[in-house]
C-alpha cells in the first residue's frame, strides 16, 4: 500500500482517439514503468472518438507521466484527421490533476509546472483551467473549449490576446493544444427517467442545473438513449462535498413527477469517493459514519 | 498494503476486563510484534467489565497472536474475581475469526487448530462454535453460553456430555474456557427512537427481531438510554448479505408509525463492511454499483 505518507494524486487525461485502441495502448505502455503509477480505469468512447484514462500516482511523479503521456499523444494522434462529437483541442485535450492523499496546493504546483514543460519541451501550446487557471476566465473549462471554439477555430484564435496560451508557442501543430489544471474530484452519475421524451428530460435536467437555479455544483444535460428507449439525465457533480447525491436523486424524483414519470435507474460512470457514498447512507439512515467505520478502509489504508 | 495473494483474517477477541486497562494493554502488547498484526479498534466496557479487541493479520499469523492473547489473559485475567452485566465463559471468553480475503474455510481450519493448541498448550476448556462448531447445537453462541450459563455454572456443567469441550480437560481453572469459532463480519447497528417507553422499545424489538417472525439474521434488544433519556433499539446483524441495513431502518420506521414515534438518528458499533455501505446506497439511489467503483478501494487495494 502507498503508505500514508505519500502524496498520491489521481489523473483522468483525455485523449482524442476512441477507434484505434492500439495508440491508447500505446500512450498507457508510456507510463506503465513509471514507480507507483497504477491505472485504474479506461473509458474508450467510439461515438464521440474519445479516451480517458484513470491513473494514480505519487505528486513527484505526475510531471514525468504527464510528459510521456502527452509526448505519446501529439506522435499518435493527429488533429488534423480527428472528428467527434465531443468539443476538442487537442491529441491529449485536458489533463485534470485531482488530490487524492496530496493537497490541492499541491496539484496546483505540479500542474503548472507540467504544463511549463509542455510548452518548452514538447513546444504544444498550454491553457491552466480549474484551480490553475493562472486567467480567471479560464478557471471555467466551457470558457476555453466549447462545441464553437475546438482545433479548427483555435488556429486562428490563438494568435488573439484572448487565447494567448500560458505556456508554449502561439501556433498550432497537428497535436493542437493541452489543457492541463487541478481539480476537486468529480462524479459522472446519470439517471434514467421513465420516458423517451426529451422535451420532459430537457425541462428537468434545467430544474436541476446549477446554473438554471438547481442545485450549484451540478451540471446536467438530457440524452434520448435508443439502446434503452429512455430518456437520460446525465450529470457532472463538481463538488461532491456540497452537492450530495441524495439530494440530487430526491430532488429529481420531485421534478419527475411533475410529469407523471420517476427515475428508473442511476449509474455511475468511472470512479466515486466513499465520502460521496457515506454522505447518502448518513442522510437516509440518520446516522454519522466516517470513512474510519469501513472495515477495508481501515485495513488497506 | 498486504497485497492482493496474502489471506487476511479478522478477529475480535471478547476479553473479561473492562476496568483495568493496564491488563488490556498488555493482551495487546501480547501481538505487536508478530508481523501483520493491525490493531484496528478496541471497545473497552466497565458496565460490562468486558473489552472487545478488533485486529487483522494474515491468516498464517491467527493461531500465534490467538495463543498469545489467551495465555496472557489467562495469567491477568481471575474469573473467580470477575462481575459485570454480560455472560461470559472465561478471561478469553469469546474468540472470532472473520474472513476479510481468506476464505470461510480458511478461517473453520485456522479456528480449530488455534482450539486445539489452546487445549493441550495452555491447558484450557475450549468449545468450537458457529462456522467451527463440532456438535451441531453449538453452532449458536447462545446455545453455549447465557444468562444461565456462565464461568459457576460451567464448573459442574463441564463434566456433563452436553458440555465436554471440544479441546482441553473437563475441569475449570480460574482462566475459565473460551469459545472459539469463524463466523461472518458481524454488524453491531443502533437505532433511536423518540420516547422514553420501553415498553414500545420492546414491542418494535420484537418486531424486528428474526425469532420472533422480524428480519432474518437480525438479533434485536431494546435498552432505555438514561444519557439520551430515549429508547435505543440495539441489533447484531448476523449476516449484512441477506439483511441490508436499508430494510432494518425502513422497516423500524413502518413499526414506529404504530406508537406515533420515530427513529431519531442510528449508529454503527465497531466497523462495517464496505458492501453494506453500498446496498443501502444502491437502494435508494436505484442503482448498481460495486467496490470496484470506489475510489480509495481501487486505489490502496
Given at each position: 500500500m502507498p503508505d500514508k505518507e505519500v502524496k498520491i494524486v489521481e489523473a483522468v487525461p483525455n485523449f482524442s482517439?476512441?477507434?484505434?485502441i492500439s495508440k491508447i495502448e500505446k500512450i498507457i505502455d508510456s507510463i506503465k514503468n513509471i514507480e507507483g503509477v497504477k491505472i485504474l480505469d479506461l473509458n474508450v468512447d467510439p461515438q464521440h472518438n474519445r479516451s480517458v484514462i484513470t491513473f494514480t500516482c505519487g505528486i513527484e511523479r505526475i510531471i514525468e507521466a504527464g510528459l510521456s503521456m502527452i509526448k505519446t499523444a501529439a506522435s499518435l494522434i493527429d488533429m488534423e484527421k480527428h472528428s467527434g462529437l465531443h468539443p476538442r483541442f487537442g491529441a491529449t485535450d485536458v489533463f485534470p490533476i485531482i488530490p487524492i492523499t496530496a493537497s490541492m496546493d499541491d496539484c496546483i504546483i505540479a500542474s503548472r509546472n507540467l504544463g511549463r514543460l509542455v510548452g518548452s519541451e514538447l513546444n504544444i501550446p498550454v491553457y491552466m483551467y480549474s484551480e490553475s487557471a493562472m486567467v480567471p476566465e479560464r478557471r471555467n473549462l466551457e470558457n476555453i473549449r466549447n462545441k464553437n471554439v475546438q482545433y479548427e477555430e483555435l488556429k486562428e484564435l490563438i494568435k488573439t490576446d484572448k487565447y494567448?496560451?500560458?505556456?508554449?508557442?502561439d501556433r498550432l501543430g497537428s497535436a493542437g493544444a493541452v489543457i492541463i489544471g487541478a481539480r476537486p474530484a468529480l462524479i459522472a452519475y446519470n439517471i434514467y427517467i421513465s420516458t423517451d421524451d426529451i422535451k420532459i428530460g430537457r425541462r428537468i435536467a434545467s430544474a436541476l442545473r446549477g446554473r438554471d437555479g438547481g442545485l450549484n455544483t451540478l451540471k446536467t444535460l438530457a440524452f434520448y438513449i435508443e439502446a434503452r428507449k429512455m430518456v437520460q439525465i446525465s450529470m457532472n457533480i463538481t463538488d461532491y462535498k456540497k452537492t450530495s447525491i441524495y439530494k440530487i436523486f430526491e430532488l429529481l424524483s420531485i421534478e419527475c413527477r411533475r410529469y407523471n414519470v420517476y427515475p428508473v435507474e442511476s449509474e455511475l460512470i468511472g470512479l466515486m469517493p466513499m465520502d460521496a457514498l457515506i454522505d447518502v447512507f448518513n442522510y437516509y439512515m440518520k446516522s454519522n459514519i466516517t470513512r474510519d467505520k469501513i472495515l477495508e478502509y481501515k485495513i488497506f489504508t
Open positions: 482517439e476512441g477507434r484505434d494567448r496560451p500560458d505556456f508554449g508557442p
